[in-house]
């Protein structure tokens, strides 16, 4: 029966990394959790936070590799006599104490990776209501904590592990399945030729035959044009479209660099189905870096740009494949596009 056991063991290891794990992104009462294609985890409590927020993030596998933070601030940086917050916080009106040999102290930062010193923490407040900054209108609800972390846990394939925050069992860590490979998007890396002036002047006149016999809904005087080289012999051209408040929508093709021009529209084809069940994205806020070589969308779900959607494409000599997409739904001014939770990456 060891036998057995240790031989089913095994095979769940060498075939664990040929699966492909789906992005899952839920909210449980006052907490959010993002699962990416690797089962990394990340979740924070959301809504009326005051600036003072938790976030925990663990990845997959059987090592217990986690991180937990508090930070006071958010898109702005508390004011300059704001007092350190380690030794002012609640749990339900009762000081909460931190283990100093845990944590990494900063006056507006607490950070620990210790797997004990986090078990212990999370058995600590898993129960209780909120935690409060004495003198401060920073406030973390604990409602949803739980529920959150059982979803971690199953997303990770942890219940009945001794891994497991919630629902532990005796299973012992090398029963839970580690992260899927990673994939990997393969990049044009050699840098194209250059336009020349004339064929500079060709695609712009190409562009503009485009934009003149393409239904947009944007004025013509506010119509933005952009050719750029993206192999030597394949361009990019991209025209504004469609505009909101502090979104636009462009149109793309592929046009080849050489009379009589042959061109194909750019599809944004996403490996998933994200939650409203589209799988091809529009060009949001679109740019093209010429030095990273990838196409990069900002979908922005208000102005102050703290919630939305980003993503980023290489092109690998036939289309653009996504090389990451980012999603925040949630706008509590937190976090801007950089830091927003991650849904899928790639190599």
């Known amino acids: 029966?060891?036998?057995?056991?240790?031989?089913?063991?095994?095979?769940?290891?060498?075939?664990?990394?040929?699966?492909?794990?789906?992005?899952?992104?839920?909210?449980?009462?006052?907490?959010?959790?993002?699962c990416n294609n690797q089962n990394f985890c990340v979740a924070r409590n959301t809504g009326m936070h005051g600036g003072?927020?938790?976030t925990l993030d663990r990845s997959a596998g059987a090592r217990t590799d986690a991180a937990l933070r508090i930070d006071l601030g958010g898109k702005e940086a508390p004011p300059v006599k704001e007092p350190p917050i380690a030794d002012r916080l609640l749990l339900d009106e009762q000081p909460l104490k931190l283990t100093a040999t845990h944590w990494q102290i900063s006056p507006w930062h607490l950070m620990?990776?210790?797997?004990?010193?986090?078990?212990?923490?999370?058995?600590?407040?898993?129960?209780?209501?909120?935690?409060?900054?004495?003198?401060?209108?920073?406030?973390?609800?604990?409602?949803?904590?739980?529920?959150?972390?059982?979803?971690?846990?199953?997303?990770?394939?942890?219940?009945?592990?001794?891994?497991?925050?919630?629902?532990?069992?005796?299973?012992?860590?090398?029963?839970?399945?580690?992260?899927?490979?990673?994939?990997?998007?393969?990049?044009?890396?050699?840098?194209?030729?250059?336009?020349?002036?004339?064929e500079l002047n060709d695609l712009l006149d190409y562009a503009n035959w485009r934009m003149n016999n393409t239904q947009c809904s944007l004025d013509p005087m506010r119509r933005e044009v952009r050719v750029t080289a993206l192999t030597d012999d394949k361009a990019l051209l991209m025209i504004d479209c469609e505009a909101g408040a502090y979104n636009t929508v462009e149109l793309a093709w592929l046009v080849s660099r050489e009379k009589p021009f042959a061109s194909r529209p750019v599809r944004l084809h996403l490996p998933f189905t994200p939650d409203n069940g589209n799988d091809e994205m529009e060009l949001m806020n679109a740019t093209f870096d010429e030095k990273t070589r990838e196409l990069t969308t900002?979908?922005?779900?208000?102005?102050?740009?703290?919630?939305?959607?980003?993503?980023?494409?290489?092109?690998?000599?036939?289309?653009?494949?996504?090389?990451?997409?980012?999603?925040?739904?949630?706008?509590?001014?937190?976090?801007?596009?950089?830091?927003?939770?991650?849904?899928?990456?790639?190599?």
């Open 1 to 34: 029966m060891r036998y057995r056991s240790l031989f089913t063991l095994l095979c769940g290891l060498f075939t664990a990394p040929l699966l492909q794990a789906a992005p899952a992104q839920q909210t449980f009462s006052d907490w959010q959790v993002t």
């Open 52 to 54: 003072l927020v938790m």
């Open 112 to 198: 620990t990776d210790n797997a004990i010193g986090i078990t212990d923490f999370l058995k600590t407040i898993q129960e209780g209501q909120t935690i409060t900054l004495a003198g401060s209108k920073g406030k973390i609800s604990l409602l949803g904590l739980k529920a959150a972390l059982l979803f971690i846990d199953t997303q990770q394939k942890r219940v009945g592990s001794e891994t497991a925050w919630i629902k532990k069992g005796d299973e012992p860590p090398l029963s839970v399945p580690p992260a899927p490979a990673l994939k990997e998007v393969a990049l044009v890396t050699t840098m194209p030729v250059p336009l020349t002036h004339q």
């Open 298 to 347: 900002l979908s922005k779900g208000r102005g102050l740009a703290d919630c939305g959607v980003a993503s980023r494409w290489r092109f690998d000599g036939q289309r653009f494949r996504l090389a990451r997409y980012a999603q925040e739904p949630t706008c509590d001014n937190w976090h801007g596009p950089d830091a927003w939770p991650t849904l899928w990456v790639t190599r």
